[in-house]
Nanobody, 124 residues
Framework: VQLQASGGGLVQAGGSLRLSCAASGRTFREYSVGWFRQASGKEREFVTGIRYNSMTYYADSAKDRFTISRDNARNMVYLQMTNLKPEDTAVYYC???????????????????WGQGTLVTVSS
């Protein structure tokens, strides 16, 4: 599957953004999808994930502020981000794999396909 992330931009602290991840492929509904982010000078980190059965998982930093959802009919996954903070500034990547086991849902090594990333900048 090929992925394309979009929707990043510049937003003030407290604002909202919705990121989109568009996927190719007829079997997208069988894939688990994760959002990861990488801030400048830092390692890539898990943000949230949604399995093929729509079970969702969040990093502590994303709970209560971010929501992941999917629309299998459109081959899309969305990341709604609210109450954004300057520390959310990063390049956000979506990743997908049809064989992510539960113990790997938060690990970048669990995903084979990656989008190109979209930059989110939150100003204070």
């Amino acid at each position: 599957v090929q992925l394309q992330a979009s929707g990043g931009g510049l937003v003030q602290a407290g604002g909202s953004l919705r990121l989109s991840c568009a996927a190719s492929g007829r079997t997208f509904r069988e894939y688990s999808v994760g959002w990861f982010r990488q801030a400048s000078g830092k390692e890539r980190e898990f943000v949230t994930g949604i399995r093929y059965n729509s079970m969702t998982y969040y990093a502590d930093s994303a709970k209560d502020r971010f929501t992941i959802s999917r629309d299998n009919a459109r081959n899309m996954v969305y990341l709604q981000m609210t109450n954004l903070k300057p520390e959310d500034t990063a390049v956000y990547y979506c990743a997908a794999d049809a064989n992510v086991i539960l113990s790997n849902i938060r690990s970048s090594s669990g995903y084979k396909s990656w989008g190109q990333g979209t930059l989110v900048t939150v100003s204070s």
